[in-house]
């Protein structure tokens, strides 16, 4: 019994690992001297969480130790590593000549992602039997943590590592607005579990692998990130668009489609359709 309860542990160790790199990259942007060096490392620490963040749901169901506590924590995780970290990476690298507004601004990420967390939550306890489908509703935090870091390291690249431009924050500030805005939105976002080998796939993913290395190729490898970023993003905007024009047309046409609900919701790590209590990968 004794290692059977000690498998418990194991996910959480990464999710507590995911903690530690959040927590690393605030350290780097609260101290005496930050410059790009420091901004550029903090963004690669986000980056870290976010694989240790991805881990820790593959490993609960691998060992079979998924639980209420494990989905709490990864909850507090993803505030912390997701939410705070690239909040205040953002106001450092951008926000702070602002002034108040820069500051309102950075803080409005981090509360619309701890928002969209509390909501998922919320769903998850009232279905603890549903919730699992192949959509997101609204943008995850750690995907929205990901556009903010991408631009950072692009930035850094780009610069060779210089401090942004003032003519670049408002464009900046825009980006942080949007992604803010779609983690609270119903924006449907794909989460690709229904994802099938199939020559139309084997296509999709042929063509996002070639532009991949075009770009990092022809441009720089820290570009690819950027692209994938915002091509999820415009994807989940086309393709819910798309969605409300058909349902609009259906009524139109007298048809009844069934109503869109918060709880086609899902994670991408972890089913909530499987158990109870599973730990959240992506929220």
């Given amino acids: 019994m004794r290692p059977r309860k000690l498998l418990f542990v194991l996910p959480n160790l990464f999710t507590v690992t995911s903690i530690l790199c959040g927590f690393y990259a605030m350290t780097l942007c609260a101290g005496a001297e930050v410059g790009p060096a420091q901004l550029y490392q903090a963004s690669l620490a986000i980056l870290f969480a976010m694989f240790f963040d ?156 070639t532009s991949g290395v075009l770009i990092g190729t022809r441009f720089h490898p820290a570009y690819v990130l950027v692209a994938y970023s915002f091509a999820y993003l415009a994807f989940g905007l086309v393709e819910s668009a798309f969605v409300m024009s058909h349902r609009l047309a259906t009524r139109k046409a007298g048809g009844a489609p069934p109503p869109l609900t918060l709880l086609e919701e899902t994670e991408e790590d972890e089913d909530l359709d499987e158990t109870p209590g599973d730990e959240q990968g992506v929220a």
């Fill in 54 to 209: 991805g881990c820790d749901g593959r490993v609960a169901r691998l060992t079979r130790t998924q639980s209420d506590f494990g989905m709490q924590l990864d909850s507090l995780a993803d505030v912390v590593s997701f939410g705070a970290a690239p909040a205040l990476l953002l106001y450092k690298w951008a926000f702070e000549p602002m002034g108040f507004l820069g500051l309102f601004l950075a803080f409005a990420f981090a509360a619309c992602g701890a928002l969209r967390l509390a909501r998922f939550n919320v769903i998850a306890m009232r279905s603890p039997s549903g919730g699992g489908g192949n959509f997101f509703v609204g943008l995850p935090i750690p995907l929205a943590a990901s556009v903010l870091v991408s631009m950072i390291i692009a930035h850094h690249a780009a610069t060779g590592g210089e401090e942004l431009a003032d003519s670049a924050r408002a464009p900046v500030a825009v980006a942080s607005t949007v992604l803010s805005l779609l983690m609270v939105s119903t924006v449907r976002y794909r989460t690709f579990k229904d994802l099938r080998l199939s020559p139309r796939s084997v296509l999709v993913m042929g063509v996002m692998l």
